[in-house]
């Protein structure tokens, strides 16, 4: 059902959009490795429970705690990169990062309802679980203990959004952001 897609995506696209900078703060003194395997076994469960939902109101709530994986992930991942590349490699390695994520939206989005409309949805949350758990083991595999990324600077976050040029930046991400869930919506539609 298209409506239902679209309602998932919309939901997505608000936790994401609020969470990702309020989650950055609440999560920003954890260690890396668990944070990020938190985050893929959160993604996981959540998918796993999808499977489950009685009605769509359950779906979109449990839809809605599961992509808060998400809106910790992207960022804490791009963060993460910083700690483990070389200084001259940190903004193509940032850049690598919210790459995957723009292609996650605007191939997977269409990928996951192109295979939900042969295979059914539950057939797409199960193989996200599996696809979540695997990252999540790969993820504890690859990196180090012990990785903190510096504690979050308020006055810094206060700077950025008083900062003309930074608003405009930031202003033209949320557009693309945005247009990239719109993309993803008509494509699963």
């Known amino acids: 059902n298209t409506t239902i897609a679209a309602q998932l995506l919309t939901v997505s696209g608000i936790v994401i959009g609020i969470g990702a900078p309020l989650l950055a703060y609440a999560t920003d003194r954890i260690d890396r490795r668990a944070l990020l395997t938190l985050c893929m076994a959160v993604y996981a469960a959540g998918h796993l429970a999808s499977v489950f939902a009685p009605n769509i109101t359950a779906l979109l709530t449990i839809r809605a705690l599961t992509v808060t994986a998400a809106a910790v992930f992207s960022p804490q991942a791009a963060a993460t990169v910083a700690l483990v590349v ?16 723009a292609m996650a939206v605007v191939l997977g989005v269409p990928m996951a309802g192109f295979a939900a409309a042969e295979l059914g949805s539950n057939a797409v949350y199960l193989g996200m679980t599996a696809l979540c758990g695997l990252w999540g083991v790969i993820t504890w595999s690859v990196l180090a203990p ?3 990324v510096p504690r979050l600077d308020l006055s810094a976050a206060r ?19 945005a247009a ?10």
């Open 146 to 148: 012990s990785m903190v």
């Open 180 to 189: 990239l869930l719109a993309e993803g919506r008509r494509l699963a539609a």
């Open 159 to 177: 700077s950025v959004i008083t900062h003309p040029q930074l608003v405009a930046v930031l202003i033209v991400t949320m557009l693309s952001a």
């Open 86 to 101: 070389p200084p001259e490699r940190r903004e193509s390695g940032v850049a690598f990062i919210f790459t995957g994520w």
